[in-house]
């Protein structure tokens, strides 16, 4: 339900909904997340089913709830196909892990200060406003 960004906005996440969404002082924060997804194939669904393994989502679900200060992800995964097996609709509350996301994060500024030094090597062209437009067209 929209996007979300870290307080710097380097990084940014995009829910597919809010549970109790809290505005601090520009900063918005929620309880808990919810993540959809329908996936093509679905026997992604049906391992889901028989082993628990939401492993796949794992960075999108706690990068969220590290973005939003949240501190659990409902992750819904639904196929269609599945429905005369009684299978077609998984749900997974995924609870907040610190340890997870102090480790993303850290891989996340490393990125980040990969980017600039890239964008720094290329000596200030991107952010070029004439380049920039060039390269949109």
């Not at 969220?64 to 639904?78: E, K, R």
């Not at 997974?92 to 720094?120: G, S, T």
Request: charge should be negative; charged fraction near 20%; glycine fraction near 10%.
């Amino acid at each position: 339900s929209g996007l979300t960004l870290t307080d710097d906005g380097v990084f940014g996440y995009s829910t597919d909904g809010l549970v109790n969404p809290r505005d601090l002082g520009g900063t918005l924060t929620s309880e808990g997340l919810v993540e959809i997804k329908c996936p093509i194939d679905s026997q992604k669904l049906l391992a889901m089913w028989n082993t628990g393994d939401v492993s796949e989502y794992m960075h999108q679900m706690q990068g969220g709830m590290w973005i939003t200060g949240a501190q659990w992800c409902d992750l819904i995964v639904y196929s269609p196909e599945l429905a005369s097996v009684g299978r077609n609709l998984y749900v997974k509350r995924v609870l907040r892990d610190d340890v997870f996301i102090a480790r993303l994060e850290l891989q996340l500024l490393a990125f980040n200060r990969r980017v600039e030094a890239f964008r720094a090597q290329l000596g200030g062209v991107a952010n070029d406003a004439a380049w920039t437009q060039k390269q949109a067209a």
